[in-house]
Nanobody, 122 residues
Framework: QVQLVESGGGLVQPGGSLRLSCVAS????????MAWYRQTSGRERELVAS??????DYADSVKGRFTISRDNAKNSVNLQMNSLKPEDTAVYYC?????????????????WGQGTQVTVSS
């Protein structure tokens, strides 16, 4: 299992920057996928950025503005968010995905942090 604790959310003006951090209870190098999702009221949780092996992927809406990175020394995954827009306002959740082989097939176990609020407003 993995426990995740996020930090770094807050209020920022449009065009500003924030850095979210997620500390894991185990080495992030041992976790298959680390990702950030976000959710606004009345909408489904959406994938913002993910890191699997040496590959990173981003939602089209954040490409060129957000950067996900792992810090193995600190057992953390970070999300650097630049050029923030009001539509980036959401609760951001850290996610850890672990592959497990059960009953003859691979499955994915997902673990979530408690979420951190990001508000982009003037």
């Amino acid at each position: 299992q993995v426990q995740l604790v996020e930090s770094g959310g807050g209020l920022v003006q449009p065009g500003g920057s924030l850095r979210l951090s997620c500390v894991a209870s185990r080495s992030v190098s041992s976790i298959d996928t680390m990702a950030w999702y976000r959710q606004t009221s009345g909408r489904e949780r959406e994938l913002v950025a993910s890191s699997t092996g040496g590959r990173t992927d981003y939602a089209d809406s954040v490409k060129g503005r957000f950067t996900i990175s792992r810090d193995n020394a600190k057992n953390s995954v970070n999300l650097q968010m630049n050029s923030l827009k009001p539509e980036d306002t959401a609760v951001y959740y850290c996610n850890a995905g672990l592959r497990a082989y059960r009953d003859g097939r691979w499955e994915r176990d997902d673990y979530w942090g408690q979420g951190t609020q990001v508000t982009v407003s003037s």
